[in-house]
């Protein structure tokens, strides 16, 4: 009992004299005596200051998930997520994602305004570029593709004045997607209308020279209430001279294939070119269609169906129809030879020979296959290789002779979406928007990712832009740029 006493009046003493020491101390040496001590010393920490100081010590990102609470990285702390009654919760996952991604592409907007000159790969400036190319590092091939690719990093983002006979409607009307012809001197617009519906226009391209950027939208009477499945341009009097849509059916009526004449869409018309007619197909349930630039299948479309392909000549009507495990949601002929490449749901991807009259053995050339459902497939000009997309973010380059996957391309962003691919050789480029609203830009040859393009309006599913690429915009004497079309605007990234 007595030593008992004498310990307490030792520990009373000793705290007398640390709290005489700190009052003889200022406020700012008294934390630093106390951010000294070390984690046994400094005594439990209660439960309400728990979450901030573990994001302070380590930071947002190694903070530990706790089931049913969100934590916030601004204000250092977590909050409950409540059930949602009334669906009033004003935290829920989707939208603190969606949160999440809203500043990011804020972010980003902000470096792509300020930062004038992007650099693709580290070490390629201009400068060191025409250097190496002067002491014989790179041969001309490896020069242009380089210059191409510091110009793409380059190009700056300008709005497009879209003048039209209706200016209300292009205040209201958002674009669904944009189709460039072979020569990029029109744009084919699927526009979504307020009232419900989607209607046609062609925008003239000819006039897109900086630095005024103004178009024509050319429009039409035609307006549908039926989903657009797949466009394409068709050349059925002379080249790119319709266009081919794909719509889905509704309540009793069937879907349907039509040839829609460009001719429909200009107010005048040259001596000796009348408008066309409007040609239609009763084809229902129709995913996909491509046009054939084939000598050995003239004059001929073929659609992509439930479990189904089928090949229809215009001028004779003649059909031909070959069966599939799957259905078909991307098609394109090949140019030299009589193959018609296809892209399945089941993620498989065959050539069907076109001299094969039925469905015998042999009229499958080539098969692929991929792990989720193909949205795209493009032939490439030598007809030896072969890119695909596919509803699982992957994108593939494929050697058609050995049907090997020889490069794929990183960072692609899907999970259910139809989303095209386009490949341009010439500037050696790949360029894709995926479901995040990111464009992004690939170098064709080793697939290293060049840029990404954030969207110039806040994400939404409902608002993913369409693009359209092109070493010539405008014509043959425009200039390459790349052409982005969503809500009611359109922007143009032009070479500077």
Known sequence: MYKNNWQNRRRGRRSHQQNSRLRQHGPDERCNSVAEQSPQDSGPISDDESPSTSSGSAGSSSVPDLPGFYFDPEKKRYFRLLPGHNNCNPLTKESIRQKEMESKRLQLLEEEDKQKKKIARVGFNASSLLQKSKLGFLNVTSYCRLAHELRVSCMQ????????????????????????????????????????????????LRGLKTPSLKVHMHENLYFTNRKVNSVCWASLNHLDSHILLCLMGIAETPGCATLLPASLFVSSHPAGDRPG?????????????????????????????????????????????????????????????????????????????????????????????HDSAVTSVQILQEEQNLMASDMAGTIKLWDLRTTKCIRQYEGHVNEYAYLPLHVHEEEGIVVAVGQDCYTRIWSFHDACLLRTIPSPHPTSKADIPSVAFSSRLGGFRGAPGLLMAVQQDLYCFSYT
């Open 277 to 369: 007619m409007l040609c239609s197909f009763r084809i229902p349930g129709a995913w996909s269609c491509a046009w054939s630039l084939n000598i050995q299948a003239n004059n001929c479309f073929s659609t992509g169906l439930s479990r189904r392909v089928l090949v229809t000549n215009v001028v004779t009507g003649h059909r031909q129809s070959f069966g599939t495990s799957s259905d078909v949601l991307a098609q394109q002929f090949a140019l030299m030879a009589p193959l018609l490449f296809n892209g399945c749901r089941s993620g498989e991807i065959f050539a069907i020979d076109l001299r094969c009259r039925n469905q015998g053995k042999g009229w499958k050339a080539t098969r692929l296959f």
């Open 157 to 204: 983002r300008k709005k497009v004045q879209i003048q039209s006979s209706d200016p209300s409607a292009l205040a209201s009307d958002r674009f669904n997607l944009i189709l460039a012809d072979t020569n990029s001197d029109r744009l084919f617009t699927v526009n979504d209308v307020k009232v419900g519906g989607s209607k046609y226009g062609i925008i003239s």
